[in-house]
């Protein structure tokens, strides 16, 4: 079992500049591929960005990439969305998950509760 809890959510301008962190409890932390997924109002859950167990490998969502930067501390069991350059269309509740490496909500096991993010225009 692997509980997750994001943090580091809220208001900013766009343009402005959020750091979400996601911890996790457990061991084999460094095992998991880890997820950041989004959903809008209305919206469905979709992929934003994804990191490797070892941090080599990481990708992302077209709409995000060069503005955002996913990466994980496997000795404090947290990842991290460093998000840059932040748009209105960037506002969601943001959720952390773990499981395999994939853009799929099905190819993670364990989830966040979620954190919102609001961009102001």
């Known amino acids: 079992q692997v509980q997750l809890v994001e943090s580091g959510g809220g208001l900013v301008q766009a343009g402005g500049s959020l750091r979400l962190s996601c911890a996790a409890s457990?061991?084999?932390?460094?095992?998991?591929?880890m997820g950041w997924f989004r959903q809008a109002p209305g919206k469905e859950r979709e992929f934003v960005a994804s990191?490797?167990?070892?941090?080599?490998?990481?990708n992302y969502e077209d709409s995000v990439k060069g503005r955002f930067s996913i990466s994980r501390d496997n000795a404090k069991n947290t990842v991290y969305l460093q998000m840059n350059s932040a748009k209105p269309e960037d506002t969601a509740v943001y959720y952390c998950?773990?499981?395999?490496?994939?853009?799929?909500?099905?190819?993670?096991?364990?989830w966040g509760q979620g954190t919102q993010v609001t961009v102001s225009s």
């Open positions: 998950a773990a499981g395999r490496t994939g853009w799929r909500v099905y190819d993670y096991d364990y």
């Open positions: 457990g061991r084999t932390f460094s095992r998991y591929a």
């Open positions: 990191i490797s167990g070892s941090g080599g490998y990481r």
